[in-house]
């Protein structure tokens, strides 16, 4: 039977790649004829049937690769629906932003992380072992992580919640000032604007000191700086380099792999991660969106080691170096006693390690699920684990912003919002400026912070890092976090969710065909 209906759809694709094949010839021949009418020439008609055909051949063609490259169905589907509606501007997005096949051509120089290279505490259980406080229930989420993505768990560490801008910029700072070895600094954006003026001060003073200073910014996030300023900082010996460079070209699609992570490492003893970037919107000066709520992880003790691990492979990979095999610092045994597992994901990993660790830490949940996400687009797994996780009983809350920065992310993500409250989730709307925190707690006792949101670009094509935290008082602390936001939010109501008209019903529904694109 599954053979029977998979056979189904392969024919009924290929009858619409024969369709779209005669349409495209035949629009193109009318196109041909239309202009040879206006300047004849003897081999015009002869030129316009070669061209109809190979444009129509070409697009089919990109058809049959895109179905071959065995992407997931609604990316297939979104692709060639483009193909088969607008097929030359598809074509062209296609060559830009569309192609799988080079993912891991992008990436070879970059280290994989497979293998227990890394080193560690001790082993799996005398490091838990060594924790007064364990749960049990959660030592299958650890092992997943070791094995997705090769990080072990760490134990001695200080944590810190920050909750806005200003603690954020402020800790940063603070941080920074008291640099004696180096500053590692890796952002998505990065703005040249006051709170941009004053960190970039800091690092130009710091330099100067005879403090190893790197940054490395997104190209795509940071596009608005200019040369001449780039190279300024660099004169004054900040060593600054871009991730994947913009460079519009159809003959690579790096302008869809993005460096998402925010990292900062001092001296290798305290580290900062979490959802914010450098610009001024995120202290809630930009007028258009105002407050800006957002959370950031400040770590001191081991972690702290695996972070600055990240950056120097992102940075061996941005200058074109052989990776060092070298661990940046010593593991010892710091103050603090907080499990921590850092957790870095992208498109030059085997696993979609933050995707899996999501989904296994919803589906094992035994009591609670609040999520705090500024962009949600869920694939299927993650839509059935937390529709699955409330009908079993479990109290599974969602936090939103009500007013987006990205309007098309935005009602894409309300097409998924039906089906969750029929299953029992509570959904919330925050309406105090833009919520941008990427927070999820379990049951009390485990959470996650960082860069990754809850969509599918986080999970497949962003390069991400996360802090993983097997700690009740840190895990309690985000969640006060979480209920006072809720102070500000509007809960959606599903009977009065189902009345909205029917035009907003088919712009959620054609975003969301559009979202895997996105």
């Given at each position: 039977?599954?053979?029977?209906?998979?056979?189904?759809?392969?024919?009924?694709?290929?009858?619409?790649?024969?369709?779209?094949?005669?349409?495209?010839?035949?629009?193109?021949?009318?196109?041909?004829?239309?202009?040879?009418?206006?300047?004849?020439?003897?081999?015009?008609?002869?030129?316009?049937?070669?061209?109809?055909?190979?444009?129509?051949?070409?697009?089919?063609?990109?058809?049959?690769?895109?179905?071959?490259?065995?992407?997931?169905?609604?990316?297939?589907?979104?692709?060639?629906?483009?193909?088969?509606f607008i097929p030359v501007l598809g074509?062209?997005?296609?060559?830009?932003?569309?192609?799988?096949?080079?993912?891991?051509?992008?990436?070879?120089?970059?280290?994989?992380?497979?293998?227990?290279?890394?080193?560690?505490?001790?082993?799996?259980?005398?490091?838990?072992?060594?924790?007064?406080?364990?749960?049990?229930?959660?030592?299958?989420?650890?092992?997943?992580?070791?094995?997705?993505?090769?990080?072990?768990?760490?134990?001695?560490?200080?944590?810190?919640?920050?909750?806005?801008?200003?603690?954020?910029?402020?800790?940063?700072?603070?941080?920074?000032?008291?640099?004696?070895?180096?500053?590692?600094?890796?952002?998505?954006?990065?703005?040249?604007?006051?709170?941009?003026?004053?960190?970039?001060?800091?690092?130009?003073?710091?330099?100067?000191?005879?403090?190893?200073?790197?940054?490395?910014?997104?190209?795509?996030?940071?596009?608005?700086?200019?040369?001449?300023?780039?190279?300024?900082?660099?004169?004054?010996?900040?060593?600054?380099?871009?991730?994947?460079?913009?460079?519009?070209?159809?003959?690579?699609?790096?302008?869809?792999?993005?460096?998402?992570?925010?990292?900062?490492?001092?001296?290798?003893?305290?580290?900062?991660?979490?959802?914010?970037?450098?610009?001024?919107?995120?202290?809630?000066?930009?007028?258009?969106?105002?407050?800006?709520?957002?959370?950031?992880?400040?770590?001191?003790?081991?972690?702290?080691?695996?972070?600055?691990?990240?950056?120097l492979q992102d940075w061996f990979f941005?200058?074109?170096?052989?990776?060092?095999?070298?661990?940046?610092?010593?593991?010892?045994?710091?103050?603090?006693?907080?499990?921590?597992?850092?957790?870095?994901?992208?498109?030059?990993?085997?696993?979609?390690?933050?995707?899996?660790?999501?989904?296994?830490?919803?589906?094992?949940?035994?009591?609670?699920?609040?999520?705090?996400?500024?962009?949600?687009?869920?694939?299927?797994?993650?839509?059935?684990?937390?529709?699955?996780?409330?009908?079993?009983?479990?109290?599974?809350?969602?936090?939103?912003?009500?007013?987006?920065?990205?309007?098309?992310?935005?009602?894409?993500?309300?097409?998924?919002?039906?089906?969750?409250?029929?299953?029992?989730?509570?959904?919330?709307?925050?309406?105090?400026?833009?919520?941008?925190?990427?927070?999820?707690?379990?049951?009390?006792?485990?959470?996650?912070?960082?860069?990754?949101?809850?969509?599918?670009?986080?999970?497949?094509?962003?390069?991400?890092?996360?802090?993983?935290?097997?700690?009740?008082?840190?895990?309690?602390?985000?969640e006060t976090d979480f209920w006072n936001?809720?102070?500000?939010?509007?809960?959606?109501?599903?009977?009065?969710?189902?009345?909205?008209?029917?035009?907003?019903?088919?712009?959620?529904?054609?975003?969301?065909?559009?979202?895997?694109?996105?």
């Amino acid at each position: 039977m599954k053979k029977s209906g998979a056979s189904i759809v392969l024919l009924f694709i290929l009858l619409l790649l024969i369709i779209n094949a005669l349409i495209i010839n035949t629009a193109y021949k009318a196109i041909f004829t239309f202009f040879r009418e206006i300047a004849p020439t003897p081999y015009f008609q002869i030129t316009t049937d070669i061209l109809s055909v190979l444009l129509a051949s070409l697009v089919v063609f990109t058809s049959v690769v895109i179905i071959l490259e065995r992407r997931d169905p609604a990316r297939t589907l979104a692709w060639l629906l483009i193909l088969i509606f607008i097929p030359v501007l598809g074509f062209i997005l296609y060559l830009t932003v569309g192609r799988h096949f080079r993912k891991r051509r992008l990436t070879a120089k970059k280290r994989k992380m497979n293998g227990y290279f890394y080193p560690q505490e001790g082993s799996f259980s005398e490091v838990i072992s060594k924790h007064e406080i364990i749960h049990k229930s959660k030592e299958r989420l650890m092992q997943l992580i070791m094995n997705n993505s090769s990080f072990p768990v760490t134990l001695y560490n200080d944590l810190k919640v920050l909750s806005d801008g200003e603690q954020i910029f402020s800790a940063m700072v603070e941080a920074m000032e008291s640099a004696k070895k180096l500053i590692h600094l890796e952002t998505y954006i990065l703005r040249s604007d006051n709170i941009g003026t004053r960190i970039i001060e800091i690092l130009l003073r710091k330099a100067a000191e005879g403090v190893d200073v790197r940054v490395i910014y997104d190209g795509l996030g940071s596009r608005n700086l200019g040369e001449g300023y780039l190279q300024s900082l660099r004169d004054a010996g900040v060593n600054i380099r871009p991730f994947f460079p913009v460079r519009f070209s159809f003959l690579h699609n790096r302008i869809n792999y993005r460096n998402h992570r925010k990292i900062l490492v001092v001296d290798n003893e305290i580290g900062f991660l979490g959802g914010v970037n450098i610009g001024d919107e995120y202290l809630g000066l930009d007028p258009q969106i105002g407050n800006w709520r957002d959370t950031h992880l400040r770590i001191n003790g081991n972690a702290v080691c695996y972070l600055d691990h990240i950056f120097l492979q992102d940075w061996f990979f941005v200058m074109r170096e052989p990776s060092q095999d070298e661990f940046p610092c010593p593991l010892e045994n710091r103050p603090g006693n907080k499990l921590v597992q850092i957790a870095a994901s992208g498109p030059d990993t085997h696993w979609e390690s933050i995707m899996q660790i999501y989904y296994y830490a919803i589906a094992t949940a035994e009591k609670s699920i609040f999520l705090t996400s500024p962009y949600f687009i869920p694939n299927e797994s993650i839509l059935t684990a937390f529709k699955t996780a409330a009908l079993s009983g479990v109290d599974v809350k969602l936090l939103l912003p009500a007013n987006p920065d990205h309007k098309i992310l935005f009602w894409a993500a309300m097409s998924y919002l039906e089906e969750l409250l029929e299953a029992g989730v509570e959904i919330y709307l925050y309406q105090k400026g833009f919520i941008h925190a990427k927070v999820l707690t379990i049951d009390g006792i485990f959470s996650s912070v960082g860069s990754a949101n809850m969509d599918q670009r986080s999970f497949k094509l962003n390069f991400e890092v996360n802090a993983l935290l097997y700690d009740e008082e840190t895990t309690k602390r985000l969640e006060t976090d979480f209920w006072n936001d809720l102070q500000y939010c509007e809960q959606i109501i599903l009977e009065n969710f189902k009345e909205r008209p029917l035009t907003r019903r088919v712009l959620e529904s054609a975003t969301r065909l559009l979202s895997p694109l996105l």
